[in-house]
């Protein structure tokens, strides 16, 4: 074929490119950058989810959820998924606060990069979209959560659970469902433009952590739940305290009165002394 009829194949070949390929890319790129962050905030809500379960700190141990005669510092799943969107969607430059006193709301708080056109000649809205239709547009709508316990996987560990349960004669029981899987999913609204009105695009996020703990909840707890593991603490009761109120009258019987012979004392903040010492200061770091 002659040189004269080539003339102009590259380009018609750059102009079905850029109508077809590098045009379509360019107007989605803000968009994909979007599922990148939404993928991202999906995974930490998730990570979140099974870490802060575990080191939930109450100074009041009457206040926490109780297991039979014990108490188990274990963080509600529905209070942690409260806190969610405070944590991870919502604009940056604003302190979290563990006790919000307002109510969330997704088209207010929510970060810039979470918003977008969601039809033609509209403003930016909200990417998130609603996890059902019926459902009310409040603080846990825009996002599904799914939280399992179970027991330590493997022989050994059941093994392990199985030795430790042997204290619970004296009251003081372990988590027996140690081993908690977390998933924090959500879906994006589509994209106004054909083809991509169909995506029905999901991210989700997953996180799994083996927390084989005590969950103690402050000083005042893990003192209650060190107690039940020292035998003389049967001895902590009225009648002892009365005899030996008693027997502190008796010559060279200081050492029975209950202020000297403390029966089934726990002491849980013993520390060295420069760790009690204010960091910074003289002596201390300073």
């Not at 979470?114 to 459902?135: F, I």
Request: aromatic residues 8%.
């Amino acid at each position: 074929m002659s040189a004269l009829y080539n003339k102009g194949q590259a380009l018609v070949e750059g102009v079905i490119a850029l109508t077809f390929v590098i045009v379509p890319l360019l107007i989605l790129l803000p968009y994909m950058s979007k599922m990148t962050e939404v993928q991202h905030r999906v995974s930490e809500a998730a990570q979140y989810t099974s870490w802060e379960r575990t080191v939930w700190k109450d100074s009041r141990p009457s206040l926490l959820p109780n297991n039979r005669s014990n108490h188990s510092a274990i963080m509600h799943e529905n209070d942690i998924a409260i806190d969610i969107p405070w944590r991870f969607y919502q604009k940056n430059g604003v302190l979290i606060n563990s006790q919000n006193q307002t109510e969330w709301d997704w088209s207010e708080n929510i970060h810039p990069l979470l918003k977008s056109q969601t039809a033609k000649n509209s403003s930016n809205k909200v990417l998130l979209s609603l996890t059902d239709e019926n459902v009310t547009d409040g603080e846990l709508s825009r996002f599904e959560r799914k939280e399992r316990s179970g027991k330590t996987p493997g022989s050994i560990g059941s093994t392990i659970d199985s030795m430790v349960g042997l204290l619970s004669f004296t009251g003081f029981n372990l988590d027996k469902s140690p081993y908690y899987q977390t998933e924090v999913s959500t879906k994006l609204q589509n994209h106004y433009l054909e083809p991509f009105d169909q995506l029905n695009l999901s991210f989700k996020g997953n996180s799994a952590l083996m927390a084989s703990g005590w969950n103690a909840s402050g000083g005042e707890h893990a003192e209650k739940r060190v107690k039940k593991l020292v035998l003389t603490s049967v001895l902590d009761n009225g009648l002892v305290r009365l005899v030996q109120r008693i027997g502190g009258f008796i010559p060279f019987g200081k050492e029975l009165k209950t202020n000297s012979l403390k029966f089934g004392h726990v002491d849980s903040d013993v520390l060295p002394e420069n760790r009690l010492c204010r960091y910074g200061s003289e002596n201390c770091g300073g």
